[in-house]
Nanobody, 123 residues
């Protein structure tokens, strides 16, 4: 069992940066692939980033590649998402999630989810 709590959301101007954090509880955190997803109003939840248990592999969709960076600290049980060069279309609720699948990029591959944190990018 893994409990996830996101933080760090807020309002930022286009071109700015924001760093999201996700604190996990549960002794098996380091065995999970961790991911970030986002959901804008009236849109499907979409994949943003994922990092394998060791941090050795990361995955991003083209929409955020080169702008977002995912990282994790298995000692502190945290996963972070550094978001740079933000655009208004990045506005969404961002969710942290945990998966037992190594290369997990789909919502159905994730078993545990946080409550989400709002990110708003103004133009």
């Amino acid at each position: 069992q893994v409990q996830l709590v996101e933080s760090g959301g807020g309002l930022v101007q286009a071109g700015g940066s924001l760093r999201l954090s996700c604190a996990a509880s549960g002794r098996t955190f380091s065995s999970y692939t961790m991911g970030w997803f986002r959901q804008a109003p009236e849109k499907e939840r979409e994949f943003v980033a994922a990092i394998t248990w060791s941090g050795g592999s990361t995955y991003y969709p083209d929409s955020v590649k080169g702008r977002f960076i995912i990282s994790r600290d298995n000692v502190k049980n945290t996963v972070s998402l550094q978001m740079n060069s933000l655009k208004p279309e990045d506005t969404a609720v961002y969710y942290c999630a945990a998966s037992a699948v190594r290369r997990a990029t789909m919502t159905r591959e994730y078993s545990y989810w946080g409550q989400g944190t709002q990110v708003t990018v103004s133009s």
